[in-house]
Nanobody, 116 residues
């Protein structure tokens, strides 16, 4: 079993920043070998990919967050981060950490609310 624990969500005004963290634990001996991703789900909408990072450090972003969000990982800490800058109200959602290790794993989610 793999456990993903997100943290770092909260309330922020438009233009503000937040950094989300996702710490992996459990049966994940070689964290560096696995791709990690951040998804989000806004009320009434489907869950969507925000960004992901491969084991080699290659990154991929949704068009709507390019240039504002950065995903990176610290393999020694078994943690992946999502730095979110210039936040907009439409970024309001529950953000989930994800990985696939023989099966899919999701964290419990962390709420991000961008309010005017």
């Amino acid at each position: 079993q793999v456990h993903l624990a997100e943290s770092g969500g909260g309330l922020v005004q438009p233009g503000g920043s937040l950094r989300l963290s996702c710490a992996a634990s459990g049966s994940i001996l070689f964290f560096s070998a696995y791709a990690m991703g951040w998804y989000r789900q806004a009320p009434g909408k489907q869950r969507e990919l925000v960004a992901d990072i491969t084991s080699g450090g290659n990154t991929n972003y949704a068009d709507s967050v390019k240039g504002r969000f950065t995903i990176y990982r610290d393999n020694a800490k078994k943690t992946v981060y999502l730095q979110m800058n210039s936040l907009k109200p439409e970024n309001t959602a529950v953000y989930y950490c994800h990985t696939t290790i023989r099966r899919e794993y999701w964290g419990q989610g962390t709420q991000v609310t961008v309010y005017s």
